[in-house]
């Protein structure tokens, strides 16, 4: 359901809000020549938003189903507890069917699990207040996280340095800052003259039409690139730093990132340029040993074969769409944590990070 659009005038972009009892999106997949918000009033709406990529990028998929299962018990409230209860588990199990790669997206259904498992004493009304209060928690706490994370990253930032950047991991991709853009936006803030190269990110365009618009918004210089032309860009000495988001890391630093940053990684390496991943602990997933163990999504044929209605590849053609790519620790510079920076992660500097 499309909600009224509003103007933006401010570069605080609210990927997403709690109005009225329910969620609203900015539909992401309409940037940046619309803008709107789509509502969510239930837990298979809010999947729905998940898996159709109105809301991508994994702390914002995070939150997002936190406040899934928040607006499934407030629609439930005044149920028995019985049919609460079965309700709010079908809303765990429909949030984790929607994308298979972002682990804050189990991280935040685990989290509204333990809490409601907790709360088994209290009346269905009074679990379905503290649920939405623990889901608007979990949005303050990333913006946060984001900003911490940004004043961590922007000290390895130097005046007048040239950044790029694959795929979205900006305000948009968060609940709001950013990571990898959270970054930049810190070190801009910290007064350092800061540009910004954002390669195009084939096949969804996340960098042309998402990172291109947060930076044209906040006033960033920004230079769209399409992604074939990174290592060339480099080899002209173009480039100074390298920093991308993430969506799942290892425990040993193997890092799953949207496809193509595995090819930009090595590219940095051969080139002798920093190579950092900016994310918050809730991405790192320390039941799975290293990037093998990782699993990656599969999308629709239809987004490499053409975008929006327009085709430019034959009908019968095979199509490959693997959403994601994972580059080795041993390519990464340093992970930009809200602890601090990593350099080199590897499994023990890593497990240190959560004192075990």
Not at 82 to 94: G, N, T, Y
Not at 322 to 328: E, G, I
């Amino acid at each position: 359901m499309q909600v009224e659009s509003p103007k933006v005038e401010s570069t605080n972009v609210e990927t997403l809000r709690w109005r009225e009892g329910r969620l609203e999106l900015i539909d992401q997949r309409r940037l940046p020549l619309e803008f709107d918000y789509v509502a969510c009033a239930d837990a298979v709406q809010t999947a729905a938003a998940i898996r159709d990529m109105v809301v991508r990028g994994a702390p914002a998929i995070g939150c997002t189903a936190a406040y899934g299962v928040a607006v499934e018990a407030q629609r439930h409230a005044t149920s028995s507890r019985a049919q609460f209860d079965a309700a709010l588990e079908a809303s765990f199990k429909v949030l984790a069917a929607s994308r298979p790669t972002a682990v804050n997206l189990f991280w935040a259904i685990a989290r509204m699990r333990e809490f409601h498992a907790q709360m088994r004493s209290v009346s269905p009304q009074a679990e379905a207040e503290a649920l939405l209060a623990l889901a608007k928690q979990m949005h303050a706490d990333d913006i946060e996280i984001n900003r911490t994370m940004g004043r961590h990253g922007a000290a390895l930032i130097a005046d007048g340095a040239r950044i790029m950047t694959h795929c979205n991991a900006g305000a948009l991709a968060t609940a709001g800052h950013g990571t990898a853009l959270g970054v930049i936006r810190s070190a801009r803030d910290a007064g350092k003259r800061v540009s910004v190269i954002a390669n195009e990110t084939r096949p969804y365009l996340q960098g042309a039409r998402l990172t291109a618009w947060e930076m044209v918004q906040e006033k960033i210089p920004v230079t769209l690139a399409t992604d074939n032309m990174a290592g060339h860009l480099m080899q002209q000495g173009r480039v100074d730093v390298v920093v991308v988001g993430a969506d799942r890391i290892a425990a040993n630093g193997d890092t799953a990132n949207k496809i193509g940053t595995y090819t930009v990684a090595v590219l940095a390496e051969r080139h002798r340029i920093p190579f950092y991943i900016a994310a918050p602990l809730s991405t790192i997933d320390l039941a799975i040993a290293d990037g093998s163990g990782i699993p990656i999504e599969e999308r629709d044929a239809a987004e490499v074969t053409g975008f929006r209605g327009v085709r430019w590849a034959p009908e019968g053609v095979n199509v490959v769409n693997p959403a994601f790519d994972v580059t080795p620790a041993a390519l990464i510079t340093g992970l930009i944590t809200e602890k601090g920076v990593i350099e080199r992660p590897d499994t023990a500097k890593i497990r240190a990070l959560f004192g075990s």
